[in-house]
C-alpha cells in the first residue's frame, strides 16, 4: 500500500474515478431493481488510547499508522489505497462522500484523518472518525449476508493485530453508546417510488422505530430525501449477536421489496396512465433542461428509473441512471470540469451532462 498521495498523484486517481463506478453500483445483485446496495460497518476503538474527540495529534497520527501497518497484512485489503484527509480539499472529501467512500462526519472535518480504499470501492476503512476505525463492505442488491461474511474475515484479520477496546457486558466500546455490544451497523440502499406514490411508505416511516430501524437520506445521517431513495438501518447493536442483526435486517427488507413490487402491480393496474404520465414529463424534462438543481434530478431520474422498470424507455439502459446516481453530485461535477463551478453553473452542467447520458443510454 503506497503512502499519502501528493495532490497531483490524488487528481489522477479521482480522474480515473470519475470514468467509472465502483463495483458494488456496476455489479447487478439480487433485487437490484429496488435495492441499490448492501452495507455492513463495523466501529471498532484501540485499547489504550482515548476516543477520537479527545486525542492529541500526535495520538491520532499514532493509530494511523497502527491501522495502516495492519491493513497492509490483510489479504483482502493488496492493491488498497491510503488517502490522507489532513490536506484534502473539501471538495475532495466530499467527491468521497459521494461515492460512499466515507462519512459525513469524516467528509466535513480535516486533520489527522484518513480512509483506506481497495481498487473495487467495495471495502473502506476510516481512520479517526468518531471511532478510531469504521470499516466497511458495500455489495450489488440484497447482500448482506454476503457483505457480513467478507467484513467479518477482515475484522478476524485486523484484529489480530490490533487489540481492540472490548470489555463485557457492553461489547465493543464505541463513542457513540448507540453502536455498542457488536458494533454492527447492517444497511440498505433502496428505491421504492411505489411505496411513496402510494402513500404507504408514511406507514413505513411511522413504524420504523418499532421495527427497530433508522431511514435516512441517500447519504445517511443527516442527509436529506431525495427522489425516493432510502438508506434503511438497524438500530441495536447490544444484546444482539452480528448474525441476529444480519438476518433481521435482511428480513425486513426482503418485506420492504415485496411491499414495494405490490405497491407497483397495484399502480401499473389502476393508474398506468398516472405513471405514463410521470415518467414521459421526467423525460420531457430531463430531455430539454438548461438547469436542475441536484434535487430535482433526482426525483426525475427517480421517476426515469421506474419507467425503465415497467419497459416504458424501450432501450434505456439502468447503468446509465446508476451511474448519474453519483455522478450528478457537486464535488463530482466540480472535479469534471476544470473551471470553478458557482451552484448555478453547477446547474446548468448538470442539466447537460443528464441530457447527454440519456441519450447515450438509449439504445
Known amino acids: ?66 491501522v495502516r501497518s495492519c491493513s497492509n497484512r490483510c489479504s483482502r485489503l493488496k492493491g488498497a489505497q491510503y488517502y490522507s484527509l489532513k490536506d484534502m480539499a473539501m471538495i475532495d ?91 454492527l451497523r447492517a444497511s440498505v440502499m433502496v428505491h421504492i417510488p411505489g411505496l411513496s406514490m402510494t402513500k404507504r411508505i408514511l406507514g413505513l416511516l411511522q413504524n420504523a422505530g418499532k421495527m427497530q430501524l433508522a431511514i435516512r437520506g441517500l447519504h445517511g445521517e443527516g ?43 397495484d399502480l401499473m393496474k389502476n393508474q398506468k396512465i398516472v405513471i405514463e404520465d410521470k415518467v414521459g414529463r421526467a423525460l420531457g424534462i430531463l430531455s430539454g433542461a438548461k438547469m436542475l438543481s441536484t434535487r430535482e434530478a433526482m426525483e426525475l431520474l427517480s421517476s426515469i428509473r421506474l419507467g425503465v422498470y415497467f419497459g416504458m424507455i424501450p432501450g434505456m439502459r439502468t447503468e446509465t441512471l446508476d451511474s448519474l446516481l453519483i455522478g450528478i453530485h457537486p464535488a463530482h461535477l466540480q472535479k469534471r470540469f476544470p473551471e470553478h463551478l458557482d451552484p448555478l453553473a453547477r446547474d446548468i452542467k448538470r442539466a447537460k451532462l443528464i441530457k447527454e447520458a440519456l441519450k447515450y443510454g438509449e439504445g
Open 223 to 265: 442527509s436529506e430525501l431525495l427522489g425516493d431513495y432510502f438508506q434503511i438501518s438497524n438500530q441495536v447493536t447490544l444484546g444482539k449477536s452480528e448474525d441476529e442483526i444480519v438476518e433481521m435486517t435482511e428480513n425486513l427488507t426482503r418485506q420492504l421489496i415485496d411491499q414495494e413490487r405490490s405497491a407497483r402491480d
Open 93 to 183: 472529501r466530499q467527491f468521497l462522500m459521494e461515492r460512499f467512500l466515507v462519512s459525513r462526519e469524516l467528509a466535513q472535518t480535516s486533520g489527522e484523518k484518513g480512509v483506506i480504499v481497495d481498487a473495487a470501492e467495495r471495502i473502506c476503512l476510516m481512520i479517526n472518525e468518531e471511532d478510531h476505525l469504521r470499516m466497511q463492505v458495500l455489495r450489488s442488491g440484497l447482500m448482506l449476508s454476503a457483505a457480513w461474511e467478507e467484513l467479518n474475515a477482515i475484522d478476524d484479520e485486523m484484529d489480530s493485530h490490533l487489540d481492540f477496546a472490548y470489555e463485557e457486558p457492553w461489547g465493543y466500546l464505541t463513542a457513540c453508546v448507540s453502536n455498542a455490544g457488536t458494533a
Open 1 to 66: 500500500m503506497t503512502g499519502p498521495v501528493s495532490s497531483k498523484g490524488t487528481e489522477k486517481m479521482f480522474e480515473q474515478m470519475l470514468s467509472t463506478v465502483g463495483h458494488w453500483l456496476k455489479e447487478k445483485g439480487p433485487d437490484s431493481d429496488i435495492v441499490y446496495s448492501s452495507r455492513i460497518r463495523l466501529a471498532r476503538n484501540l485499547r489504550g488510547f482515548p476516543f477520537s474527540n479527545q486525542c492529541s495529534e500526535q495520538q491520532l497520527r499514532d493509530i494511523i499508522s497502527l
